[in-house]
């Protein structure tokens, strides 16, 4: 069984477009929808619109009644551990169940210096990374919690009420270093990948490596895929199959189910597609009536 996701258009779009692609992907059938967590474009741009992820998962969380929702991912660096696991639990309690909590080291340099964040090397972000897990997790699932790790500590805190689901929304985790892979196969509920297909095989080899090395089977991590999709039955034809291509899922709706299928070979069952082109919800019906019911 493969799930889709749609991400949510960001880049200079009001509240009301992106708002009006998330009730298009519930009523086509989409399982979840999913938002970048950036305080700024990170493409072209920078002083176009760009609303907060959070904020505005929530505002989507009461116009919508069924479809699951996330970030993809929460820079784990924005926000203080404990503070993220209040946010997410009452999110989770006022979706009524419906959060997937996506959450990740960071990357954007640019927009850290910009915002007065400290951007520390790689290692240092995915151990404070680490930490924050560990805090948000044992803050839903424990009535008093304590910690104190290297970067992030808390004494007796308690957060409630618990999130809906149990024993806690499922997390997310997006990255493809190895120290990143180790964490997804200890922390992870879900380990996304994006964008990029060269490599790939090898280093899912690597996490269902750790996965066994953590005492999990590798098939209790679900594997996600982040890319974008354009149907086209015309014009991209001459330039279907070219390698730079294989980030993307394009062309006619039998090509675009081709390409999943080939995900779904490596081991994806879960495929977060974002939709470009002149008409982004007419290619997302396309894409549920002549895509999505193949699998």
């Not at 176009?48 to 998962?57: A, G, I, P, Q, R």
């Not at 790689?122 to 404070?128: D, E």
């Not at 190895?178 to 200890?186: D, F, G, I, S």
């Not at 879960?270 to 549920?288: H, N, Q, S, T």
Request: aromatic residues 12%.
């Amino acid at each position: 069984m493969v799930s889709f996701g749609v991400l949510l258009p960001q880049d200079g779009k009001t509240y009301v477009e992106i708002a009006e692609t998330a009730k298009v992907a519930e009523t086509l059938g989409f399982n979840s929808f999913w938002l970048f967590d950036h305080f700024m474009p990170f493409t072209f741009g920078k002083k176009k619109d760009y609303l907060e992820s959070w904020t505005t998962l929530s505002a989507l969380a009461s116009e919508t009644s069924s479809i699951r929702l996330g970030i993809l991912v929460s820079c784990s660096s924005y926000r203080n551990p404990a503070l993220l696991a209040k946010m997410a639990s009452t999110l989770d309690v006022l979706s009524k169940g419906r959060l997937e909590f996506g959450i990740g080291a960071g990357w954007y340099r640019e927009e850290y210096e910009a915002y007065g964040y400290p951007f520390p090397k790689a290692g240092v972000r995915i151990t404070q990374l680490r930490e924050a897990i560990s805090i948000i997790k044992g803050l839903w699932t424990t009535t008093s919690f304590t910690f104190e790790g290297q970067y992030y500590k808390v004494k007796d805190a308690i957060c409630e009420p618990k999130p809906v689901q149990q024993p806690h929304p499922p997390i997310l985790i997006g990255g493809n270093k190895r120290k990143m892979l180790k964490l997804m196969a200890e922390k992870a509920d879900i380990a996304n990948f994006g964008f990029k297909i060269a490599g790939l095989n090898k280093t899912l080899k690597t996490l269902d490596d750790f996965c066994r090395v953590a005492g999990r089977a590798p098939s209790t991590l679900v594997k996600s895929y982040t890319g974008v999709c354009l149907i086209d039955k015309g014009l991209l034809k001459m330039f279907l199959g070219t390698p730079h291509l294989d980030v993307v899922v394009a062309g006619s709706p039998k090509h675009c189910a081709d390409k999943i299928d080939k995900l779904v070979m490596r081991g994806f069952t879960y495929i977060i597609l974002y939709f470009v082109g002149k008409d982004r919800l007419k290619a997302m019906e396309v894409f549920a009536k002549e895509v999505m019911s193949v699998f």
